[in-house]
């Protein structure tokens, strides 16, 4: 079966703009994650939705924020873009039990 | 709030070498535990995951890990390293809602 895909891949920005990242888990899977990794603060979580609601948010911004549609599929928006979020964004599709299936990123750069 | 700690952000071994790869967590309920590997520009691969049941977990590749409540491990262990063990390595933790933490990684060097 299909794995999670997250599109696009790759992203360049200007400094800010705002931007949207799709997520499409397997199928099946109702909750999707967000995560961001960068070199210096590694893997951080941004927030996890299940069905349609988000149930965990992570220590970030409001300028993040996402939402999952009916089918599941899940959007990640940033506004106001800053040379600091310039980052590989992993989106990750569980179903109801614990462990995730991730998509291969979207890398942003910001400039 | 649960969180992991792995110890050594770079480990490297000679080809056919042991891979221990430390993971220490911490968690006010009992956890769930897993090991993801990463490749370049990849995302996060399950190898293996605890979540009740028998402590000495088999994954993929030939990985295992041993959950010890006493120490509160969960090493990943390797009998044998390959060249293609070469990566990145994540342990993380998961409790309550998918709420789920990673180490900083271990970057996994195998000599030839």
């Known amino acids: 079966k299909a794995g999670v895909t997250q599109t696009p891949r790759y992203l360049i920005k200007t400094r800010g703009q705002q931007v949207t990242l799709s997520c499409s888990p397997i199928s099946g899977h109702r909750s999707v994650s967000w995560y961001q990794q960068t070199p210096g603060q590694g893997l951080q979580f941004l927030f996890e939705y299940f069905s349609e609601t988000q149930r965990n948010k992570g220590n970030f911004p409001g300028r993040f924020s996402g939402r999952q549609f009916s089918n599941s599929r899940s959007e990640m928006n940033v506004s106001t873009l800053e040379l600091g979020d310039s980052a590989l964004y992993l989106c990750?599709?569980?179903?109801?039990?614990?462990?995730?299936?991730f998509g291969s990123g979207t890398r942003l750069t910001v400039v | 709030a649960q969180s992991v700690t792995q110890l050594g952000s770079h480990v490297s071994v000679s080809e056919g070498a042991l891979v221990l790869l430390r993971c220490n967590y911490s968690?006010?309920?009992?956890?769930?535990l897993f090991w993801y590997v990463q490749y370049p520009n990849q995302g996060l691969q399950l190898l293996l995951k605890y979540t009740t049941g028998a402590t000495l977990v088999k994954g993929i590749n030939g990985f295992e890990a041993e959950f010890k409540k006493s120490e509160t491990s969960f090493h990943l262990t390797k009998p044998s390293a390959h060249m293609s063990d070469a990566a990145e390595y994540f342990c993380a933790v998961c409790t309550n809602n998918n709420d789920m933490r990673f180490g900083a990684g271990t970057r996994l060097t195998v000599k030839p």
């Open positions: 968690s006010s309920v009992p956890p769930y």
């Open positions: 990750a599709s569980s179903p109801s039990d614990y462990g995730y299936t």
